[in-house]
């Protein structure tokens, strides 16, 4: 047997070879890797089906000449092994990527201007629901994976009633980099609330129609990305293999996995589509608001790239209300151009260059077959700032599609038909909204990394 103290001093030992192999690991090494992309193009004319087949690739753009995509830099070397020709692009674009200016900007409170993080979105859809208790309610649809609330403003002439009226959804923020797609659903709720008394064809809309406004569906994805990784797209989901985030716009049930090409099985892609349909709590929140009520149209705010898309995306293939679909996104379109001059394309969404399988608006035709959009708002593409508008950006691209959006509600009231037999209620299985349970600023920084 050993004396004590030479026993005392290996166990020492043990400790500190212990602390020294876990300090030269990465504590999350999945995580690092997000800090670690870049943006690469091919030349248009690759095979596309292949290379996305094999390697996770975050579609970003194509400019008519090239395509490209952020991938993460571990796999530039296979790419290139694997024989595929590509140009690393980084340098292009500001990718916001210096840690060090977004810390000290952070530390100001000044990192995102003024688009709004969570708790700056919470407080401004509380104020709307102070200012306006006759005509709107604030309520949460769920929490997301971090607790976060999934905000759903109601407007309507009797907002606490469920009643036989046409219903529109305007959803914003899918993905966490998009954060001008927070500011439009959020502006129009703004607009709506304060015209009512005094403009007669708002009042009309509201007196007849039921308007939930979810300006945030991905709300830890959106502070990731305000105070951590200005490029990042998922939710906060801890996946299995250590990586984090699911891709919320691939994770609704229909077609999910239809192909690899529309999503991803990889946790650690940046399109990943999660273990299964509707495992995560954000989408589980949105799927229980539109399974609860009959919706008449949804429109689902993105960006970038200028254009108005509609199902199918998971297939290249019209639905059977393609004509329909087409009209109406046209007459958005020609709406939006009469107010800056701004072209969005129309189209379905397997039209554009890039295949989506699990999405919402195929999910919500799939299921309810109403008019469901994706609206991809300004710029046009990756060179005109892509995921980065400006703040001056955000009243200009709100102002055009309001007259969209106007045009699309006054549709969906004149073409309801109302449910026979029914009874209005209570709006029943959602949490209202009380000023205790609205977050400060101060709690920032409740995610896990921080
Ligand atoms: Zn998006």
């Excluded at 026993?7 to 997000?34: A, D, H, M, R, W």
């Excluded at 403009?199 to 990731?224: A, H």
């Excluded at 919402?360 to 309810?368: A, E, I, L, N, S």
């Amino acid at each position: 047997m050993r004396p004590l103290s030479e026993k005392k001093n290996f166990y020492i030992f043990l400790l500190l070879l212990v602390l020294l192999i876990f300090l030269s690991f990465p504590l999350f090494s999945g995580e690092q890797s997000t800090q670690n992309e870049e943006i690469i193009s091919f030349a248009r004319e690759i095979d596309l089906k292949s290379l996305l087949e094999r390697f996770p690739l975050d579609p970003l753009m194509s400019d008519g000449q090239k395509v490209y995509f952020l991938i993460n830099k571990k796999f530039l070397s296979s790419i290139k092994e694997a024989g595929y020709n590509f140009a690393i692009e980084t340098d292009r674009f500001d990718l916001g990527k210096d840690q060090s200016i977004s810390k000290s900007l952070h530390q100001q409170g000044g990192l995102n201007g003024a688009y709004h993080s969570y708790s700056e979105l919470g407080s401004a859809l509380k104020s709307l629901a102070a200012a306006y208790p006759a005509i709107c309610r604030l309520y949460s649809l769920g929490k997301s994976v971090e607790n976060r609330n999934i905000y759903a403003l109601k407007i309507s002439d009797n907002p606490a009633i469920r009643e036989n009226e046409p219903k529109i959804a305007l959803l914003g923020c899918h993905h966490a980099r998009e954060w001008i797609s927070v500011e439009v659903p959020l502006l129009i709720a703004d607009y709506l609330l304060k015209n009512y008394i005094i403009d007669t064809r708002i009042r009309n809309i509201i007196d007849s129609e039921e308007i939930w406004i979810i300006p945030l569906v991905n709300p830890d994805g959106l502070d990731y990305s305000i105070f951590n990784y200005r490029l990042w797209r998922k939710n906060r989901r801890l996946n299995s293999d250590g990586s984090y985030g699911v891709d919320l716009n691939r994770n609704y049930s229909f077609a999910w996995a239809y192909d690899n090409l529309g999503s991803s099985p990889e946790p650690s892609s940046d399109t990943y589509r999660g273990p299964r349909p509707f495992s995560e709590p954000e989408t589980l929140s949105v799927m229980n608001l539109l399974q609860n009520n009959s919706f008449t149209a949804v429109i689902s705010y993105h960006s970038f790239s200028q254009s108005i898309l509609y199902p199918w995306g998971y297939i290249n293939l019209p639905t059977e209300k393609e004509q329909l679909f087409q009209q109406l996104a046209s007459a958005m379109a020609d709406l939006i151009y009469q107010v800056n001059g701004r072209s969005y394309e129309v189209g379905r969404a397997s039209a554009s260059l890039y295949l989506t399988n699990g999405d919402f608006t195929d999910w919500v035709y799939g299921f309810f077959q109403i008019p469901a959009f994706t609206i991809e708002l300004p710029p046009v593409d990756l060179i005109h700032g892509g995921f980065f508008n400006s703040e001056e950006d955000i009243q200009s691209i709100y102002k055009e599609n309001l007259p969209a959006v106007l045009y699309l509600m006054e549709w969906a009231i004149s073409n309801f038909t109302p449910q026979p037999n029914f009874k209005p209620e209570i709006e029943p299985k959602l949490e209202k909204i009380t000023k205790s349970m609205v977050k400060n600023k101060g709690d920032f920084f409740k995610g896990k990394e921080n």
